[in-house]
Nanobody, 125 residues
């Protein structure tokens, strides 16, 4: 079992920045990928970014490329999401996820078997 705890959400104005953290505990050695997903009210959960825990491969949705950066600190079992140039459309609940599987798509939520409780990000115009 892997437990994930997100932190760092909040409210910012458009153009601002936030950094989210996802601290993993439990059997973290079994995680192959960790990702960030978001879900806005009335919308489906969408993949934002993901990272291959065993290496350096990263993946980004087109909507966040060049603005968001995912990184990991393996010593702390923590994954970070640096979000710059935030837009009102980035407003959502952000979830950290982990999977022990070899995924065919890092943005497929069904590939992930561990989820955090979510942290709210609100961007005002």
């Amino acid at each position: 079992q892997v437990q994930l705890v997100e932190s760092g959400g909040g409210s910012v104005q458009a153009g601002g920045s936030l950094r989210l953290s996802c601290a993993a505990s439990g059997y973290t050695a079994g995680s192959r990928y960790m990702g960030w997903f978001r879900q806005a009210p009335g919308k489906e959960r969408e993949g934002v970014t993901a990272i291959y825990v065993g290496g350096s491969s990263t993946y980004y949705a087109d909507s966040v490329k060049g603005r968001f950066t995912i990184s990991q600190d393996n010593a702390k079992n923590t994954v970070y999401l640096q979000m710059n140039s935030l837009r009102p459309e980035d407003t959502a609940m952000y979830y950290c996820a982990a999977t022990s599987r070899w995924v065919s798509s890092p943005f497929n939520a069904y590939e992930y078997n561990y989820w955090g409780q979510g942290t709210q990000v609100t961007v005002s115009s």
